[in-house]
């Protein structure tokens, strides 16, 4: 929050190519019901329907998008036909998404920064969770922020939940991101 209290926007365009790297690499894909808790813009859902997955859909706590209104994600979760969600959530509230991910019980995919992997915190947090891999972007991207400017966030990994891939061990696997598995 700011000095007023009010909740800060930290707000990242997703670029579609860190979308796709997914989305090739999750089988089934196109048979989900994708869910964007996060969706500012709609840069998520638009690479989503550019794939060519029908049903998708997001809410925004501050930015109201196409008919679903604005939705509080870490009060009320994801919308109740979701069957996969996939977020690149507000960095300084990470922790809370990722915890909320786990509790909404959809296979789930959510963007996190390289560096925020590899601290104490999160290796302890994913050291201890089933079913959750990591798949590494490979280089690195500028994400458009609010004013319109590019922002290198450094290296980003999507953290996949849900659809029983290898584990990984606390020293933090990377998984290709060119051989999707089988």
């Not at 209104?69 to 919308?79: A, I, W």
């Not at 590899?118 to 490979?138: A, E, P, R």
Request: proline fraction near 5%; hydrophobic fraction near 40%; charged fraction near 15%.
């Amino acid at each position: 929050k700011d000095i007023n209290g009010q909740p800060v926007r930290d707000c990242f365009s997703t670029p579609k190519s860190v979308v796709d790297v997914l989305l090739n690499y999750l089988p089934g894909v196109k048979n989900e019901f994708v869910w964007d808790p996060a969706c500012g813009d709609g840069c998520i859902i638009n690479a989503c329907r550019t794939f060519g997955i029908t049903n998708v859909g997001g809410a925004d706590l501050f930015v109201p998008f196409e008919t679903m209104g604005e939705t509080d994600f870490l009060t009320h979760g994801v919308h109740s036909d979701t069957t996969l969600t996939i977020i690149n959530p507000p960095f300084s509230q990470m922790k809370q998404f990722l915890i909320k991910m786990l509790e909404v019980k959809t296979k789930s995919a959510i963007l996190m920064s390289s560096s925020a992997i590899y601290t104490q915190y999160f290796k302890d947090f994913f050291s201890v969770q089933k079913d959750i891999c990591l798949l590494h972007v490979g280089g690195k991207y500028n994400f458009i922020n609010e004013e319109g400017a590019a922002v290198d966030i450094g290296h980003v990994v999507w953290v996949i939940i849900g659809y029983g891939f290898p584990q990984f061990s606390a020293d933090i696997v990377h998984i290709s991101n060119t051989n999707p598995p089988s």
